[in-house]
């Protein structure tokens, strides 16, 4: 898919965050800033694009954005504020490792914190319309199964490397018989610890 590259003749950056409906493991955002003039027709929602390509177009990105930034928020953190308000921060922190300043900000989504001074614009479906949105969602994606992933050698029972901290039945079967970790959210994970007879 050939998404469309510009909103303005502003700096755009684009943002996105991955691990929302999860029950373990951080939220995590990209933000990324596409060179002017650039095109790269292979962007795309990082959920619609095998693993291969994904990890593929995360060096691409790496490699010739103008800039990017990653920003991570732990489980901890979201059980005291929230997960909408940790997505909000992931973002945030993404957008502090910026190494080129934008004057706009194209957020994946309906709703946004502003973010100092700077001017945004939400986006539903985003990611599979600019593709700013779109290497970002690439970016917080597989920075967030690699994360997973390496979890997964500290609890393998929990199966973080096959279903990256999603509420799989296996994730909730794992849960019942062994209990939370402490890279568990706790808050976010109530109704499942209802369901399981922990609460």
């Known amino acids: 898919m050939n ?14 965050e991955a691990g929302r409906g999860c029950l373990a493991g951080p939220v995590v955002a990209g933000a990324v800033i596409l060179k002017p003039g650039s ?11 095998t693993e291969k390509k994904r990890y593929q177009l995360r060096e691409l990105i790496m490699n010739e954005a103008l800039a990017y930034g990653v920003g991570i928020v732990s489980a901890q953190e979201i059980d005291e504020i929230n997960i909408l308000n940790a997505s909000f921060l992931a973002m945030h922190r993404a957008l ?12 994946d989504g309906n709703r946004f914190k502003p973010y100092r001074d ?3 614009v939400c986006v539903v479906g985003g990611d599979a319309k600019y593709q700013a949105i779109a290497a970002a969602s690439i970016l917080a994606k597989t920075t967030r199964d690699l994360m997973m992933e390496e979890y997964d050698r500290q609890y393998p029972v929990y199966q973080w490397r096959k279903n990256k901290g999603y509420p799989t039945p296996e994730h909730k079967l794992a849960i019942a018989e ?7 959210r706790k808050t976010f994970n109530s109704s499942v610890q209802l369901k399981l007879g922990f609460c």
């Open 118 to 120: 700077l001017k945004h």
């Open 3 to 16: 998404l469309l590259t510009h909103y303005s003749d502003l700096v755009e950056a684009g943002c996105d």
């Open 178 to 184: 062994h209990g939370l970790t402490d890279l568990h």
């Open 96 to 107: 502090d490792q910026l190494a080129t300043r934008p004057e706009l900000l194209l957020i």
């Open 39 to 49: 095109d790269y027709p292979e962007l795309d929602d990082s959920k619609k694009l």
